[in-house]
Every structure is written in C-alpha cells, then in structure tokens.
C-alpha cells in the first residue's frame, strides 16, 4: 500500500510538472490541490489529528471554565457539560477537530496563483488560526445551547446552528484569501469614457 | 517602516502558532483500566444518578460515561445508603448505529470470561508457573469430596438451583444444555487453558470434545432459561471470604483488587488424572461448587472485598468489570463495553446515551460534534476554484489584448 502511495505521488508530481511547463495553470491548481490533500490526509492528517482535538478542548474548555458552563478533558478530547437530567460528554474526534478544513484550506491556497511564498506562508498561517478558532467557537455555541438548554436541543445546536456557525465564517475566510484579493488585484488594465476627440 | 514592522511581527506570530496544536498533548496521559482501581476516575466529572425526586445526599449514585474509540468506560459510585448490587442491573446504551442492553454477571471464578483486556489480568501471576495457586475455583477432588471428578455427578450439598429443576438429568446438561454452543465453548476452553497453564491440560481436551457432542442444544426438552442459570452464578455464600481470607498463594484479598474469588485451592493442586479422567464432571463441579460457595453476596452485612463481573450481551459475554464494596466507603464499580458488540462499523457511532435504570432515571450522553467537513471542504473548493477560474480568465483575456 505504502508503495502504492508512493508511486501515485510521483506519477502526481510529474503531472504537475507537465501542467506547469505546459502553461495549464488552472489544471494545476485543481489537480495539485486536489493531490496533495489526498497525500496530506494519507500522511499528516493522522499525526495532526489528535493534538489539534486535544487543542480543540482544551481552548473551548478555558471559555467553558470563563463562565463555568462545562468542563474540559483534554486528555480524552472531552467537553462534559452537566445537566440535571442528563449530562452531555461532547467528544471531540477527528471530523470535529478541523483538521479536514485545515488541510483543504492550505492545500488550495499554496496553490493559488496570486500569493507569493511568504504572502502564502502568512495567510496559510492566519487562516489556520481562523478555522480553528471558528471550530472553538461552534464548539462553546453547541455547549451554551445544552447547558441552557439540555440535551434536546443537542441535534439543532450540533446539526443545525454549530454548522452553519461554521461555514459562514469558513466561507467568508475563503472569500476574503481567493475572492476579494484576487479582485483587489487583478489588473483590469487602462479605460475610458469613448473618444475624447469625438467629443471635440 | 511601520509595514515592515507588522509583517515581522506578524511571521514571528504565525511561526509560534505553528508548533501549538503539540502544546496541548499531555505527555502524563493515561488511558482509562479497567483493573479494580477507581484512581483513574477521580478527575471525571459524575452524573447524579437516582431514583424519585429531590433525593436525600445518602441517596445519589454518581456515574461516569467515557469511551474511546472502540469502547465505552462506565463508573459507578453507588448511594451511601445503598440497597443496590449488580444484580439484575441492566445497562441500556442507545446509539446513532443502534441500541443494545448489557447485564452484569460476577464472574464465578476469577478471569472466566476475560478475552480480551490485557490489563484486565490480575496484578499478580497466578498459575502453578509461578508457585502461586490458581485463582480458578477447586476442582480438585480433595474439595468436592471425591463426587465431583466422578460420571455420578454432585453430591448433594452441591446441589443448585439448576439441578434440582430436573434432578433425573446429566449432570452436564442440566447446568449448560441451554446454553449456546458459543459460551459453552468458552467456559470449557477456559478450563482448558487453566489446565494448559497447569500444564496438565492435553487430556482435557479431549474429553471436551466428548462433552460437546453430547451437548445438544436443538432439544427443547433439556431447556432452562439461560438468565435463570445465571442467575444462579450469584450464589448464596456459604464460606467467609472477603477482605480478610487470604488464599493459599498468600495474597489478601484486600490488598489487591486484581483477586475476585480466590477459593483456598486453585488449579494448580489437581492432577492430570483428575482432569483428564472426566471433563464433564470438572466442568459441573467447578461452576456447581461455586454456585454454593462462592464469596459474592453484596447482600450480606458485612461483606467486603473486589470482585470480577462480565457484562454480557444476551448470551454473549462482551466485556467485564470489577465492583469493590468496602467498609465505610460507598461501592464502587466499573466495567468496560465494546463498541463492537453494538455495531460491527462502530466507526460510525458518534452519539451514545447511557441509562442504567436501577439507579435512576437520568441519562449519560457522549456525542460526537462534528462540523459535516467535507461538505464544507466542497463549499470552500468551490469558491476557491472560481475564483482561481476567473483569475486566469481575466490574465488570459490582459494577454490577448496586449497581443
């Protein structure tokens, strides 16, 4: 299997290689972003995964510790949220942890063609802190909501409003790196109102 | 000057960023055992557990529900006023992969059903390998007054609940002929290899063979209800045994929980004859004299010490545990259960809800919360590939106007 891996980053390499010498750069973009998240999720995504929940918990548990809602065990990647009727063990695994988002993210950004390395390596950087700062923040909304309102609202705060919670600030972080830049600088090149000596 | 400045700063932050996610792993991290020990719990957070409304503080069970990724852990701390044991405690766990109830069984020699946790295994050696005795109940002929290694079946102070439902029958059949073929094996292959640590179990194992075709579980004529054979594994104690009975290796049952019912002579102590001669009998004698005088009865005033249980899914034994009862102290217990006996794709099980109704109406949930990522990494793809999508369209379109 690990040969296999091997092979298909290779072949994936060249690919990318003929794309760039070949001036097929949109093509390169999809299929190197597309392939190195593959190679990411293969390789760094286990490492990753369990130190990011562990982060995970452990930030959303300082809020939760702030205003004594629920407790924090990092250890397990374990938000308890006590309830008279029922309590709520809110486990943090690796579809909750970010690390997906993290990864998609940086693989598409490193390439995108507008950014220079450094430019890359910053937002890469803040973008990260972004994602994962939004995932504590759907995290302490779906805690709040249980702690107020108990175990029933569990499906629409995690299903529902955790999620969507999610997304808008997922979707705007993405608009504002690979949107808004991009318009901010592409060069639309000189203009004007008709011909002047027309007018005289 | 002051864009320079930001930019340092901002590259000196991210680069600190970057090694945080490891800030967060506790290199003092212990996983949850399952070994008679409750220190492994004392940081948890309990849930009240009880029964009625507004109870007096005598009267609150508190349960702790962790899992891990192919199990779940439960605690119990049962009231100070407790007129509870695991007796007839059923364990209901509710899932989003299906739901499965699980009930309590102490084990009627230590280790009996334990397959699988190896930090499950006691704290000492047991075995006639290291001198000590067997913590397996006696089959010795010594301690069954020579009836029990014999084709006559008990004697009549071993007579159980079991036996005396059809007296004319085997003494085989009447404790194991209604249970499956599956837990049979288990019980008796467990005998086997407390012969094979013994070393004296080649025989054995071929006398098995016979028990089990003879075994015919099809005949409806041979039924007894399995739970009520279980039942019967929480005997009426007849000996003193607890926290002050040390066995024959020396260890005192108070000092470590790891020993459940030590009897005073294990395994180790019979012959090759005696196990080879007649399997069936050992077997029936084996469970037939710890039904009598095993040292579990948390019904008794007085009775303290650690025993095993296993948890048991219909006639499947899944998991197990351990429940101390000890003077002054509230009971204590905990036990393990597989995700697996719930689900064979117990990957997918991401919300679990734990009632034990004994103890109280309320509910101990462990849910999973996450964020659907891949429909998120599409939304964000689709953005970003517009985007990338335009760029090069609108530096295609600059070229060609410039040619």
């Excluded at chain 2, 014999?150 to 004319?168: F, K, L, N, V, Y």
């Excluded at chain 2, 545990?321 to 689900?343: A, N």
């Excluded at chain 2, 999508?389 to 530096?395: D, E, P, S």
Aim: with cysteine; net charge negative.
């Amino acid at each position: 299997m690990l040969e296999l891996k091997i092979i298909a980053f290779i072949i994936w390499l060249y690919t990318i290689w003929v794309l760039s010498r070949t001036g097929l750069h949109f093509f390169k973009f999809v299929i190197g972003s597309v392939g190195l998240f593959f190679f990411l999720m293969f390789w760094v995504q286990p490492i990753v995964t369990e130190p990011l929940s562990m982060a995970v918990t452990a930030v959303a548990g300082v809020l939760g510790d702030f205003f004594k809602m629920y407790d924090s065990y990092y250890q397990y990647a374990i938000l308890f949220i006590p309830k008279n009727t029922t309590s709520v063990s809110l486990a943090i695994d690796y579809e909750c942890s970010g690390v997906i988002e993290i990864m998609a993210f940086s693989c598409m950004l490193w390439f995108f063609p507008l950014y220079n390395t450094i430019e890359k390596l910053i937002v890469n950087c803040i973008g990260i802190a972004v994602i994962f700062l939004a995932n504590v923040l759907r995290i302490f909304v779906i805690c709040t909501l249980i702690y107020f309102y108990g175990n029933e609202i569990f499906y629409f705060a995690h299903t529902i409003f955790g999620r969507i919670l999610f997304y808008f600030i997922s979707i705007a972080l993405y608009f504002y790196v690979f949107t808004h830049s991009h318009v901010i600088r592409q060069k639309v090149g000189s203009f004007n109102y008709g011909n002047s000596d027309t007018a005289k | 000057m002051k864009k320079r400045l930001f930019k340092t700063l901002l590259i000196i932050v991210c680069i600190l960023l970057i090694p945080f996610p490891a800030f967060a792993v506790n290199e003092g991290y212990i996983p949850i055992h399952i070994d008679g020990y409750f220190d492994d719990w004392t940081d948890k957070a309990p849930t009240e557990v009880y029964p009625g409304k507004n109870p007096p503080p005598g009267k609150i069970n508190y349960v702790k529900l962790f899992r891990d990724e192919s199990k779940v852990y439960v605690y119990v701390q049962f009231a100070y006023k407790n007129n509870q044991d695991i007796t007839n405690m059923i364990i209901n766990l509710y899932t989003n992969m299906g739901d499965e109830n699980y009930f309590l069984v102490p084990d009627y020699w230590f280790d009996a059903t334990d397959m699988t946790e190896q930090d499950m295994a006691p704290r000492v050696d047991s075995g006639a390998d290291t001198g000590t005795d067997s913590l397996a109940p006696d089959i010795s002929t010594e301690e069954n007054g020579g009836t029990g290694l014999s084709d006559q079946g008990p004697s009549p102070e071993q007579g159980s609940g079991a036996e005396t439902a059809e007296p004319e029958a085997p003494a085989d059949q009447k404790i194991y002929a209604n249970l499956e073929q599956e837990t049979y094996m288990l019980v008796a292959d467990n005998i086997n290899n407390q012969g094979n640590n013994a070393g004296i179990a080649d025989t054995a194992v071929t006398s098995l063979d016979d028990v089990l075709d003879q075994l015919d579980p099809s005949n409806p004529d041979t039924l007894v209800d399995p739970e009520d054979i279980l039942d019967e594994m929480i005997p009426d104690a007849t000996t003193d045994s607890g926290t002050d009975t040390p066995t024959d290796s020396g260890i005192d049952t108070s000092t470590d929980p790891g020993i459940i019912s030590a009897t005073d002579s294990g395994i180790g102590s019979a012959t090759d004859a005696e196990i080879g001669s007649d399997i069936n009998s050992s077997l029936d004698s084996a469970v037939g004299q710890e039904l009598q005088t095993g040292n579990l009865d948390l019904k008794k005033p007085g009775h303290y010490g650690t025993w095993s249980f296993t948890v048991w899914s219909g006639l499947h034994p899944v998991g197990s545990g351990f429940y101390t009862r000890e003077e002054g102290e509230p009971d204590q217990m905990e036990l393990f259960i597989p995700l697996s006996s719930i689900t064979h794709h117990y990957d997918g099980i991401t919300e679990i809800t734990m009632k034990i109704k004994k103890l109280g109406p309320q509910m101990v949930m462990c849910a999973g919360a996450d964020t659907e990522p891949y429909l998120g990494v599409v939304i964000g793809a689709g953005i970003a590939m517009l985007s990338a999508g335009a760029y090069f369209h609108k530096k295609k379109q600059s070229g060609s106007n410039k040619g």
